[in-house]
């Protein structure tokens, strides 16, 4: 099943210590790793300070553009859970006063999207 969550672009969890060796050149000082998630070849982490997007481009990968959200410009976000034939629950993320989200991230059934709507409550509200 793993393999048909990625094509129908489901989230899968990765740890901090992966993400850490491959992208810790990425992060501030003080700032650390706190959830990550891997799509097909992007990868998305939340870290201490904010939301990094790593969107890996083109047939070869070469190219690599790496988003950086601040906490504090995330205006809003919306969290759709799975329904009964559904696999999947989808995280909706509106920076400043944008009118459409300006990230949308599916999680397959393994991921608790409640712990990952926590999670940005107290990033976001908090």
């Known amino acids: 099943m793993g393999f048909f969550n990625k094509i129908l672009g489901n989230s899968s969890e990765v740890s901090s210590e992966k993400l850490l060796d491959k992208y810790g ?4 000082e003080d700032e650390r790793i706190e959830l ?7 990868t998305f ?9 790593i969107d890996v481009q083109g047939l070869t ?18 969290l759709e859970t799975a329904g009964t034939f559904d696999l999947d629950a989808e ?5 400043s006063s944008e009118s459409l989200p300006s990230v949308s991230k599916k999680f397959n059934k393994s991921i608790d999207v409640y712990e990952v709507q ?9």
């Not at 982490?45 to 997007?53: A, P, Q, V």
């Not at 995280?91 to 920076?95: A, T, V």
Request: hydrophobic share 40%; net charge positive; proline share 2%.
């Open 25 to 28: 050149r990425l992060l501030c």
């Open 36 to 42: 990550g998630f891997q799509l097909i070849r992007d």
């Open 45 to 53: 982490m939340f870290t201490n300070k904010r939301l990094i997007l």
């Open 61 to 78: 990968g070469s190219k690599i553009e790496y988003k950086s959200m601040p906490y504090k410009n995330i205006s809003r976000f919306s």
């Open 91 to 95: 995280l909706k993320i509106w920076i």
């Open 118 to 126: 926590r999670y940005m409550v107290g990033k976001v509200v908090g």
